[in-house]
């Protein structure tokens, strides 16, 4: 047996892992938890100083007994959990569940999946930061009691299955919110005008100026109500000289922005690759655990994911300079090495920004190895964090003043002259150039047109992922570990739905949220969750004790239980009716929701329960046609239906007895997939065969054993096994 033992998280670190520390150390996985409070019941003592009672996870039961086996052959252990208060709490729970005794126990963490990370690690080893542990426990029971006292009243009072929590709650409340803004907003008209300009001279390009102000009494965005106040404008402009009354040129520099935390990290995915929420935790999930970039072994390509904090290792900062220098040259280095600073309470600081491991690890030279997600987003993060260590982007602005009798414009042109950290990270959100002529002051300009405008205010927008997540950070409500799952969790629900990737609440969202915040208005609100995290923060801090904590929170939140226990009158969650009537039945089809999509479902379901496909305009998808293909199974005809948002396929008539299905090509015919192919390598889980599939984004290996075992893994390059090809049949 080998010496030493190493317990992560994650059985993707293993290899790399176990690699970089040689023989004499055995490295294992926890897969997450193994340790939880009990589903069947509420799990915790609240006479008892808020007690809690944890059970061993029934599917870890196995893996617990091979790890006791293990941690007794070797002379030390070492915890290397996740560097967060979810690891630090995993960590703890690996103590207890397999009664490692303290004197061969140590915790180590690292930011990234690095030699040199790994290595330093094992030579700095640590206790176990209880207060750290605490503070997950507190959140973990706060999360119990809301979520096992609230739900059941949720079930007798509203409909059964629903769910309430502290985080998920408060951001169906803020989406609410919105959409009653959204509703009850009222557009309210303006004008604006600008006058189209160019020089005296022929061949001049035009340029526009916008109305500025009137015997220096500025237009504010409203002040021209309409279209008469407007008129009565261009009528004193007439006959106007257009003369340049001032020019002012100054120069402006603009910096890069911060490297990423987590937050930062899913809002750009959202915006810039379209990427949900989860899926950027995914893939940034394997950029750190390591990846085989042409190696002997994996490598971890990105620092740790979940992070509020923007600081820097100075050994790094000092590579990403000499980088810098070396391909862009000195010009492109700020005058001092940049340092950030966040802005968001309770940032654990001791953590450091989502960064690339090294930046010599360009994404170009990589990009053979990497799946296109992995390296859309890893060029994302290398070219942010690159930019955020590079000099300031330096504009040559403009501004001219221009009269017109009693009226002033002004026109406004940038010029890029340096483009500093665009050079690694060019945006186009703004600092576009706008040019302008040359002018001069006292200058007379000739008039092309006058530009009157008609507008409207406009709504707050509806939230996206990118937007949700910024309001709950700038609210303080949640941590790094938090946003996905709190969005998976509201959409799971039904709680909201997403339409052209912008959350609306749905009736049960709404009901939900009205019963919520009547009668528990003291806890489900903006400021009770982020002063909730400041106490977390403090509990982590040993600043409070977590007793404490939970006792100021219950004592409240046991009254409003009991009198919405017996004041709550039971609700009814309205149903949306459509013009259309059942083809089974003949009632009226009303609006459902599931988790992807809108439906219509008949009215009188259970007793019946035929259903309609909606398209992505919300009206009903072409009804089944049958063809003349057939079913390679049972030999019966293929109907062709409309699915998830209108997209097509074919199904065998003979469903449900016959399960088979189709997806098809532009031309209607029917794409079969080929068999899976059997190879020699087996599953690193269960040690079954590993099959060879193809999907919509590749090959990948999957387990014989499926279901039992879900074992699936993507390939990038594989040499060994002849790649089967889709074949298209019309029969």
């Known amino acids: 047996m080998s010496k030493y033992l190493v317990i992560v998280e994650s059985p993707a670190k293993e290899k790399t892992i ?20 009990p589903k069947s019941k509420l799990g915790i003592d609240i006479e008892d100083n808020f007690k809690p009672t944890y059970k061993n996870i029934a599917k870890a039961r196995k893996l617990i007994s091979n790890l006791k086996k293990e941690a007794e052959n070797s002379d030390k252990i070492y915890l290397a959990t996740d560097f967060d208060r979810e690891g630090e709490a995993i960590a703890w729970h690996l103590k207890e569940a397999l009664k490692l005794p303290d004197p061969k126990i140590s915790r180590i963490t690292f930011h990234e999946i690095t030699t040199e990370a790994i290595l330093d690690a094992v030579k700095h080893p640590r206790g176990l930061d209880m207060e750290l542990v605490n503070s997950q426990q507190t959140r973990r029971i706060l999360d119990r009691l809301v979520g096992y006292k609230l739900s059941p009243l949720l079930w007798k009072k509203v409909k059964r299955g629903l769910s309430a929590g502290r985080v998920q709650s408060v951001a169906v409340m803020i989406i609410c919110n919105r959409e009653e803004e959204i509703k009850k907003f009222i557009p309210v008209e303006y004008w604006s005008i600008e006058a189209e300009l160019s020089k005296l001279e022929k061949n001049t390009l035009p340029f526009k100026a916008q109305l500025f102000s009137k015997n ?29 009354k001032l020019v002012d040129t100054k120069q402006r520099k603009r910096s890069p922005y911060a490297p990423y935390i987590t937050s930062t990290l899913q809002q750009d995915a959202s915006r810039r690759l379209g990427f949900p929420v989860s899926k950027t935790m995914f893939v940034a999930q394997k ?11 994996n490598v971890g390509l990105i620092t740790y994911m979940r992070t509020d904090s923007l600081n820097i290792a100075k050994s790094v900062q000092n590579e990403t300079l000499k980088f810098i220098e070396s391909s862009y040259g000195n010009d492109f280095l700020p005058k001092t090495p940049r340092v950030y600073k966040t802005k968001i309470k309770g940032a654990q600081e001791a953590h450091e920004a989502i960064r690339p491991t090294s930046p010599n690890r360009i994404p170009s030279e990589i990009k053979q190895h990497l799946s296109e997600d992995e390296f859309k987003l890893y060029s994302l993060i290398w070219k942010r964090f690159l930019a955020s260590q590079m000099a300031d982007a330096i504009y040559n602005t403009v501004t001219a003043e221009i009269s017109a009798k009693d009226y002033l414009f002004k026109a406004f042109g940038s010029t890029l002259l340096f483009d500093g950290f665009l050079k690694a990270y060019n945006i186009d959100d703004d600092g576009k150039e706008t040019k302008l002529p040359s002018l001069k002051s006292g200058e007379e300009l000739n008039l092309l047109q006058l530009l009157p405008c008609q507008h409207f205010t406009e709504p707050p927008p509806r939230y996206n992922e990118a937007s949700l997540i910024k309001a709950l950070e700038e609210h303080g409500i949640g941590r790094p570990s938090t946003y996905a799952p709190t969005i998976k969790t509201i959409l799971d629900r039904i709680y909201v739905r997403l339409d052209n990737k912008k959350f609306t609440p749905t009736d049960l969202g709404i009901v939900v949220n009205n019963v919520l915040k009547q009668h528990f208005g003291n806890i489900i609100n903006v400021e009770f969750t982020a002063d909730i995290e400041e106490k977390l923060d403090e509990i982590a801090e040993d600043k409070a004790i977590w007793q404490n904590v939970l006792k100021d929170f219950y004592t409240p939140f046991e009254k409003d239980l009991n009198e919405a226990e017996k004041n709550l009158q039971r609700q009814k969650v309205p149903v949306q009716q459509s013009s259309e009537i059942c083809p089974k039945c003949g009632k009226n089809m009303v609006v459902r929701y599931s988790r992807r999509v809108r439906f219509l479902g008949c009215s009188g379901y259970p007793e019946c329960n035929a259903t309609l496909s909606l398209d992505k305009n919300g009206q009903v998808a072409e009804a089944p046609q049958e063809t003349d293909m057939k079913c390679d199974k049972c030999g019966s005809p293929l109907i062709k239906k409309a699915g998830f948002m209108g997209k097509q396929y074919l199904s065998c008539k003979n469903y449900p007895e016959c399960k088979t299905k189709y997806n098809i090509d532009e031309n209607g015919n029917k794409i079969i997939m080929p068999e899976p192919k059997h190879t020699d390598i087996k599953c690193n889980k269960c040690g079954s065969e590993m099959l060879k599939r193809i999907g919509k984004r590749g090959h990948f290996l999957t387990c014989s054993a499926f279901p039992k075992c879900r074992n699936l893994q993507w390939i990038k390059t594989d040499k060994t096994v002849k790649s089967p090809e889709k074949k298209t049949a019309n029969k």
């Open 287 to 297: 950029l750190y655990e390591g990846i085989n970039i042409g190696d002997s072994t």
């Open 216 to 244: 220096d009494i500025k237009f504010e965005k409203l002040s021209i109500k309409n279209k008469e106040q407007s008129d009565e404008i261009l009528k004193e402009l007439e006959g106007a000289k257009y003369i340049v």
């Open 18 to 37: 176990s690699k970089i520390l040689g023989k004499d150390f055995t490295v294992k996985s926890s897969y997450g938890h193994i340790r939880d409070l």
